[in-house]
């Protein structure tokens, strides 16, 4: 059965990119995307509707990537087309939109399994979120095999999602919580990460790519260390799914979570990676429908993966969002995003440099995508405020992570982060409205 | 900047690069403290009340941003010569402003409490409203903790 949501045709990036054909060939992983040459930027915004806007008559400099990314209208039609001709609830429907929808949500599964490179399509499970992912493995393999004594080690750069989540199972297992120290750049030290694995580590859980400070962790490193310490592995990769190939089968992780509005696609979306024999080995995290075999009120037996994990309706034209989302960051290709990423990055960390009060908070010698920074006698949330009023949106706090501010002394920051549309233009905006708040609030 | 003028005129900019009253009181009767999660802001309210029930000295003190600071400094300014239930009524007065209710706001204002309209730009900008209440809010709690005189 041929199912109808990738049937968009409309003139995109992807045409120039690939130099032809429709959004809806684009399965292969790389197509046409990861060889070196130009970067049209301009014909990649034009398949983001909202850049088009403007802010307080400025044109919209969108700066609040890593918060939550823009959306190609690929992704919206992609829903859309669903919503108007594919959707009904999945699995058991005894008529043809029900097979449909079945067969598009688990589409979407193999997507995101081939995005990952993950050996089956069984250890893909569907989640509201990372944050949701994150504490499914908290709830469920701290079930399984976290017992009181037991370590798991974190990283002083978490977000709170994935600091948060262990604390509950501390105060319900008794685990203990250790977390990697953080140098004055930003970066984790690897010597100070394995000095913290010991006979009683069960797990260490980090992120690959900050979302303060954007450095990027050495996880191949850390990742075979702990293997070594006898540790499983979660790696947060909320921030870094968007900039960078990842490959689980070549890092060996044991879990990696990840949420789709972050990588172009919708809200309500995220994913759990994790191996076979652990998801196999690990309780459901919540009851419902659609996670059973069968169910007697004396009894109930579990469906098998990825089923055992989600009960009840999943985010069905989410996933298929999602879907869309990857063939979309596909077929422009990562290594070409990241190439890109890192020519603004290191574009605006030079412009900004210029600015006398400025500092630029990280300066990790592997860095993504993410520039924060302060200005001496102006507060994070004024900054913020004035380039606002300048069409520049970026983000002020404290980022959800409050542990790493206060490792470097600051109760916020201001935060700049880079996707694939955005341009050198908006990296002048930005330097030109930080320049007038410099004059306006301090002379 | 054309937006943001609104929310940071002259004497908004004013109080917020010279905060008056930023200082602790020694002697104070009444204190409170409380910070803005979101952005990490805290501010220390501390109040002179005399035995005829009247603010003789207001200050305030904290870490935070340019319209929590310009707010927390004109607020210690109006405070002064106050009893505690005209002050509640300043911040009902106040509140009102920020939340853009102009009606409420001008319900029986005198010619002092109109000092506050400076910062009357923030009722176009909800997120900035816990800024700019900050301190009001610090000093309602600060009345309601009056420290033992020993």
């Known amino acids: 059965m041929k199912a109808a949501a990738e049937e968009i045709e409309r003139p995109s990036a992807l ?20 060889h070196a040459g130009f970067y049209d930027v301009e014909a990649v915004r034009a398949d983001f509707p909202i850049l088009g806007e403007t802010m307080h008559g400025y044109p919209l400099a969108y700066l609040d990537s890593a918060a939550s990314a823009q959306k190609p209208f690929q ?30 949500y688990d589409q979407a599964r193999r997507k995101v399994q081939a995005f990952l490179n993950a050996r089956h399509e069984h250890e893909i499970v569907f989640t509201r979120g990372a944050t949701d992912a994150i504490n499914l493995v908290a709830a469920s393999f701290g079930e399984a095999f976290l017992n009181e004594g037991d370590e798991v080690l974190l990283t002083g750069l978490e977000h709170h999602s994935n600091i948060v989540p262990w604390q509950l199972l501390r105060e319900k297992k008794g685990i203990v919580l250790k977390a990697a120290p953080v140098n004055d750049a930003g970066e984790v030290p690897l010597d100070e990460f394995i000095r913290l694995l010991g006979p009683r580590t069960r797990l260490a859980a980090f992120a690959h790519v900050s979302n303060v400070l ?61 191996k076979e024999e652990l998801l196999d080995a690990m309780p459901p995290y ?45 077929a422009v290709g990562l290594h070409r995003i990241g190439a890109h990423e890192a020519g603004l990055l290191a574009y605006a960390t030079e412009r900004l440099s210029a600015i006398k009060p400025l500092t630029i908070v990280g300066t990790a010698v592997q860095k993504a995508s993410v520039l924060s920074f302060v200005m001496d006698g102006v507060h994070p949330h004024d900054i913020a405020q004035m380039l606002d009023s300048r ?14 501010m206060a490792r470097l002394g600051l109760p916020a920051t201001v935060r700049a982060t880079f996707g694939l549309y955005n341009t050198t233009a908006e990296v002048d905006a930005l330097t030109e409205a930080l320049e007038e708040v410099e004059v306006m609030f301090l002379q | 900047m054309s937006d943001s003028v609104e ?19 020694a002697d104070c009767s009444h204190f409170a403290r409380s910070d803005n999660p979101s952005c990490g802001d805290d501010v220390a309210v501390s109040l002179r009340i005399d035995r005829g029930n009247v603010i003789r000295d207001a200050a305030f003190d904290g870490r935070s ?14 405070l002064v010569g106050k009893t ?54 610090t000093m309602l709690a600060a009345l309601e903790n009056e420290r033992s005189q020993q």
């Open chain 1, 15 to 34: 045409k120039s990119i690939d130099g032809g054909g429709s959004v809806s060939v684009c399965h292969g992983p790389d197509r046409g995307g990861d």
């Open chain 1, 75 to 104: 992704v919206i039609e992609a829903e859309y087309a669903f919503y108007a001709r594919d959707y009904a609830n999945i699995h058991r429907g005894f008529y043809v939109l029900s097979q449909r929808a079945t067969e598009l």
């Open chain 1, 214 to 274: 954007g450095t990027v962790l050495p996880i191949a490193e850390m990742i075979r260390a702990a293997h070594e310490a006898g540790a499983k592995v979660l790696i947060d990769a909320a921030q870094s799914v968007a900039h960078m190939k990842i490959d689980v089968q070549a890092l060996d992780c044991d879990f990696l979570v990840f949420s789709g509005h972050k990588l172009y696609g919708p809200t309500g979306i995220g994913v759990l990676y994790g």
């Open chain 1, 286 to 330: 919540q009851g419902g429908g659609d996670m059973i075999a069968s169910v007697s009120l004396e009894r109930t037996t579990y469906a098998p993966l990825p089923a055992k994990f989600e009960a009840g309706t999943p985010p069905i034209a989410q996933a298929v969002g999602l879907g869309a989302a990857i063939n979309y960051v596909t």
């Open chain 1, 391 to 404: 069409g520049v949106a970026v983000r002020a706090g404290h980022h959800c992570a409050q542990p790493l």
């Open chain 2, 7 to 25: 929310l940071y005129p002259k004497a908004v900019l004013d109080h917020g690069r010279h905060p008056r009253n930023r200082r602790a009181i």
């Open chain 2, 65 to 78: 941003c340019v319209l929590a600071t310009a707010s927390a400094s004109l607020m210690t300014e109006l």
């Open chain 2, 84 to 137: 505690p239930a005209q002050a509640k009524m300043l911040f009902q007065r106040f509140h009102a402003l920020a939340a853009g209710d102009t009606e409420k706001f001008k319900d029986g204002m005198d010619v002092e409490s109109a000092r506050m309209t400076v910062l009357s730009g923030v009722h176009a900008y909800p997120v900035r409203m816990r800024c700019a209440t900050l301190a009001w809010k």
